[in-house]
């Protein structure tokens, strides 16, 4: 079974990282050079090619970091003997701290969703790690389904709902508080409330018809 190595990007390594998202966000995949990204991490175009030989090799680098950041808490809340709910809501802290951390990140994945889904889509089926995770999960929801615990719904909404839900206020919000003029709108105590209502929001959509 694979082993998340969080050590896996040395400090070179993740520097390039981050200034590639940085360059990828403000020009995209399609009008950025290697020697930009180059320039961003004030390194040298032999140096970069070194490390990362293409674009595409960057970008598999920045999603592998998200995953390392996220799997390993999320495979161990899925081991715990609590109930299903306690489980969401303590997969929803983890995804909160994630974003917190990566406020560009749902900007940078759903740019390239549009541009390329096919890149995203074979980023995360290159991941053996990434699919086990997948694999569990929807097992734990099949399986609590079948036994009554959560509502049967499509999975597709389960997931739709979940991500929607998180992402919402780092792609909408600065739109929304630009035009109702109320001031920050990632502060992170709107980010607390939105937690809360996110909770709130998963369990409405898998609580069981008969409760």
Not at 2 to 17: H, Q, S
Not at 62 to 70: A, D, G, K, N, S
Not at 170 to 177: E, F, V
Not at 179 to 193: A, I, R, Y
């Amino acid at each position: 079974m694979e082993k998340f190595d969080t050590d896996k990007y040395g400090e070179t390594e993740k520097r390039i990282l981050e200034a590639a998202r940085e360059v990828f966000l403000e020009k995209g995949m399609d009008h950025t050079k290697m020697q930009d990204i180059a320039n961003a991490a004030n390194i040298s175009r032999t140096a970069l090619n070194y490390y990362f030989r293409t674009k595409e090799n960057l970008y598999k680098g920045i999603l592998e970091q998200i995953f390392y950041t996220i799997i390993p808490s999320v495979e161990s809340i899925i081991s715990r003997r609590i109930p299903i709910l306690e489980k969401i809501y303590a997969i929803i802290d983890v995804y909160d701290n994630m974003l917190r951390e990566n406020r560009s990140f749902p900007r940078f994945v759903f740019t390239e969703l549009q541009r390329d889904p096919k890149l995203v889509i074979t980023c995360f089926k290159e991941n053996e790690g990434a699919q086990r995770y997948v694999e569990k999960l929807i097992t734990l929801i099949n399986n609590e389904m079948e036994n009554g615990n959560i509502r049967k719904i499509a999975l597709e909404q389960v997931a739709s709902t979940f991500f929607s839900v998180l992402v919402s206020p780092y792609l909408l919000n600065p739109a929304i508080c630009e035009f109702l003029g109320t001031g920050n709108p990632v502060s992170n105590q709107m980010l607390d409330e939105h937690k809360g209502v996110a909770k709130e929001i998963m369990k409405s959509l898998l609580k069981p018809i008969n409760e």
